[in-house]
Each structure stands twice: as C-alpha cells, then as structure tokens.
C-alpha cells in the first residue's frame, strides 16, 4: 500500500492506474471470501479517491464494520449499499441494529418500518415491537402521552415481544388513567390481567391496585 501512495506522491498521473490495479484486487479478494484483505484496500481506494462508488461492496464494508463493532462506519455503508440492494432484509436489520448501537431509536423504528412493507418476516417485527415500546416508554417517561401511545399501540399491534405486550397496555393504561378516561383505562388493565395469568405478580399487583381506585371513585361518582 505504501508504495501507491510513493508512487502518487511523486506522480499524480499515477493515480487511475493505482486505483486500477487497487480495484482489481479488492475484486479478486472480495470472490475469494478474504474478507480482512478486501475491506483494506477498498479502504485504501477511498482514501485515494473518496468519491468512488463501491456499489454492492458497501454491504460487505458494512458488515465488516458492524462485527467490528463501529457503529458509525457500519451505517454510512448500508446506507449507501441499499441503494443497490434495496430489498436486503438482513441488511436493514443490521442498520436498525447499528442505529439502536447508536442510541438513535427513532432511525431504528423508521429503518424497521419501512422493511416491514417488503419483508414481514419475525426476526424484524419482533425488533420492530421491542423499539417501538422502548420509544413508547421513553415517550411516556418524558409526558408526551400522545406519541407514546403511537407506540405502544404499535407493540399491542404487532403482538410481539409478547413479553412486552402486557407492560405495553399497562402503559397505556397509565396513560387513559392520568387522562381520566377511566372506561379505556380499565379495559388496559383488564387486558394486563388478562395476558398476565401467571407470570410477572408486580405488575398484576398494580394493575389489580388501579382498578380497585377506580371502581371506588366511580362508586361515589
């Protein structure tokens, strides 16, 4: 690598035929599966020429990026390898991913969304569902009722994690509670009940606690 950046410093004309021979190589080593070798020298055909398009091969530095656990580098390259690839569900999955990595939840949502219009396969719902109470419940946290029920409706919706479809309906409860719609407020917490036969008493305890306010507040109503 060294001696292509002599050989361009010494003579700028050198550069279309360096990054010829560079682009061959990295070609050669992408077929090969050497990984390692051809994220190297596309990087190094970057570095000569920033504005080349690798086309495809932006998944491959993507993927690389993703395993080696930067994030950041990982999102430009989907992003741009999508362009090519536009109906790669795995690779939206990932960028989702690289995003939630990023702590930006609401790319992640949108990324999810939007794959789940081509591909409505369980591995993205599933994702899709945990984001979208991570968002609901943060929203909720924040006091914007509105937008977090947005989201918890979308968990309740797509009914998966169904670990979370019982914390997403005593949110919302919460929710109609705090807004004195107290007939929607039962039916969460009935609902609460309802899914929540065995497992998880705390949150049966509180949503039991809630509906016995509420029926003593409507019993001297």
């Known amino acids: 690598m060294k001696c292509f950046d002599k050989l361009i410093a010494k003579d700028p004309k050198w550069k279309p035929k360096v990054l ?7 070609e050669k080593s992408a077929k090969k599966r050497k990984t390692f070798t051809a994220v ?3 990087s190094k055909i970057l570095e000569i020429d920033p504005g080349y398009d690798l086309k495809d091969k932006n998944i491959l530095m ?3 990026f993703f395993d080696s656990r930067e994030y950041e580098k990982s999102i430009n390259f989907y992003i741009k390898g999508l362009e090519y690839d536009n109906k790669n569900g795995d690779v939206r999955l990932k960028l989702a991913q690289s995003y939630i990595s990023m702590d930006d939840l609401v790319s992640a949502y949108e990324v999810l969304k ?3 219009k081509e591909y409505s396969n369980w591995r993205l719902r599933y994702w899709l569902g945990k984001i979208s109470f991570k968002l609901g419940e943060k929203r909720f946290e924040e006091g914007n009722y509105e937008s977090a029920e947005l989201y918890l409706r979308e968990v309740i919706s797509l009914g998966i994690p169904e670990i979370l479809v019982d914390d997403a309906y005593f949110l919302l409860g919460d929710i109609k509670f705090s807004q004195e719609q107290y007939e929607e407020a039962k039916e969460c917490y009935h609902k609460v009940l309802e899914i929540n036969k065995l497992a998880k008493p705390r949150i049966r305890k509180e949503a039991e606690e809630i509906l016995e306010i509420i029926k003593n507040m409507e019993e001297k109503s």
């Open 62 to 64: 993507g993927d690389w």
């Open 20 to 26: 010829e021979k560079l682009i061959e190589e990295a």
């Open 40 to 42: 190297m020298i596309y």
């Open 114 to 116: 939007e794959a789940i």
